[in-house]
């Protein structure tokens, strides 16, 4: 009896997670064919403006005309992308694959609150309290990890490798597959590296990982993040790596301060 009980559990519980993922399906899906209908104005105001000289980052770094030996060339004067498609279906897949992964950026809050509502009923009155902070805290994150990469890495990415030649022998001719490739790896990539003081704040909830964790891997910490700065942009300059290596930094030390201090007895 107690084990049809269990089963019948299961199967209701299975049955609530498959309710909910046809929600956000729905949702996701109307959001997509949303963005399916307007993504050529999208594709030419906001994807493609990082292709431009007047993209407002090359504006406001405009004073910077280094060599690019130890101050960065981020003048857009003269500065623009032409991109071009030798795949025959090459636009079309990338009109239907930008609208479905917009649609989950978008859609990205709708996505954790419905699962959270399907977690939420397994968790005591104080672990939900302490969930609604973090899920603000979470999505306003992972936005601004998203903005920081459209308005100062990727166009500084960009502008560095359409711009660098081994030889002008070689004339850089940039695919639309390529381009898009690399816009939403990176811009999803900031966003997701911008989760981790939420990561970190529930590893320190869960007693896997205390302050002093931060305080003895500190100098560690920022050999790794200069490495990973200079992964993210390949430009070589001290002043753009600086730009990329703060917010990475920042994030360190935000982590740092939301997790629970180490009990006296592992302190000593």
Avoid at 68 to 88: A, R
Avoid at 135 to 160: D, E, Q, W
Wanted: glycine share 6%; charged share 10%.
């Amino acid at each position: 009896m107690a084990q049809q009980e269990a089963e019948m559990d299961f199967w209701g519980h299975l049955g609530a997670l498959r309710g909910v993922l046809f929600k956000i399906a729905i949702v996701v899906v109307a959001v997509g064919v949303a963005l399916f209908i307007y993504m050529p104005w999208i594709f030419d105001n906001v994807i493609l403006a990082p292709c431009d000289g007047s993209f407002v980052t090359y504006e406001w770094l405009g004073s910077i005309k280094g060599d690019g030996t130890l101050l960065p060339n981020m003048s857009g004067e003269g500065f623009h992308v032409d991109l071009i498609n030798y795949n025959l279906t090459a636009q079309l897949n990338t009109h239907v694959s930008l609208s479905f992964w917009l649609a989950l950026v978008i859609c990205f809050p709708f996505i954790i609150y419905m699962l959270w509502t399907f977690i939420r009923p397994g968790l005591y009155p104080h672990e939900r309290q302490k969930a609604t902070p973090a899920f603000i805290f979470g999505n306003l994150m992972f936005y601004l990890g998203m903005v920081c990469s459209y308005y100062l890495v990727f166009p500084m990415c960009l502008k560095f490798l359409a711009d660098y030649q081994i030889t002008e022998a070689v004339k850089n001719t940039i695919s639309l597959s390529s381009y898009i490739d690399n816009f939403l790896m990176l811009n999803f990539l900031m966003g997701v590296a911008f989760e981790l003081p939420l990561l970190c704040w529930l590893l320190g909830k869960m007693g896997m990982i205390t302050r002093k964790f931060f305080t003895k891997y500190r100098r560690h910490a920022i050999v790794a993040l200069v490495v990973l700065a200079a992964i993210i942009t390949p430009t070589g300059d001290p002043v753009t790596l600086a730009l990329v290596f703060i917010p990475l930094y920042m994030l360190w030390e935000l982590s740092a301060l939301l997790v629970p201090k180490a009990p006296a007895a592992e302190a000593e």
